[in-house]
């Protein structure tokens, strides 16, 4: 047994890769939570019921359509898009210009309701999906094993995170996103159809949900709850990245899964509170966020 300074180093090294997997699925739901508040100025609480209405339409289209993992992964976050476009146009966009409170409130119920039918159909108990073939095994390393679908988490989301980000942050397209935000009335002065911008924004951000939710079914039960557990370290975490900073989501996201992954090997009595407890030290010494702004 490989042991440092009294450290077992097989046991450390099983807990980083456990933080990077799920930093990876932290990075993915802030991204997208941060997209949606720092483009559109909306707080969407139903962004973890988007997360579970991704692993279970991949669950529902392996087992009633017979889709395998590989389309789940393509069609699930376009389809789970599609809906979070309906649910822009029709919920959202009549409250767009009130108060931040009510489209917290108003998304928070849709993802009680969303939370609440799944419960009733399915029940609470976790229902399994299979890790494709392709994907099946994995490596040993000097003081671990790697199975492969894990490291495909880890490789898989941080290409999307920063393809992300540097699409919005570097190209003409993403200078559009940030532009129809900041001044709308210019933009559509300039022929930018501006809601139609909006719709596909907030589209696109609920569809990063449902992708980590099709990368985390092999992974963990595919339960009603798994959404509603996961969100309030998401929202957590985008506190402490910045509200609205895209690397900063990203970025933060990654770190905070390995923190978790390490106080669970050093205090594991602390692994549920220290996200939270980072959160307080750093509104308290930089309220904007790590990345964020001062206004």
Known sequence: MATIFGINLFALSG?????????????????????????????????????MLGAFFAWMALNYMGINYWWALILVPLAVGVLAILMERFLVRPIANEDHLYSLLLTFGIALVLQGLFTHIYGSSGLPYQIPAELKGGTKLPFMYLPNYRAWIIVSS???CFSTWWVIEKTKLGAYLRAGTENPQLMQGFGINVPLITTLTFGFGVALAAFAGVLAAPVYSVSPEMGSNILIVVFAIVVIGGMGSIGGAILTGLLMGVVEGLTKFFYPEASTTVIFLFMVI????KPAGLFGKEA
């Open 15 to 51: 807990q980083l890769l456990v933080g990077l997997i799920n930093g990876s699925f932290y990075a993915l739901l802030s991204l997208g939570l941060a997209i949606i508040f720092g483009l559109l100025k909306i707080i969407n609480f139903a962004q973890g019921a988007m997360y």
């Open 282 to 285: 750093v509104l308290l010494v």
């Open 158 to 160: 941080l290409v999307v």
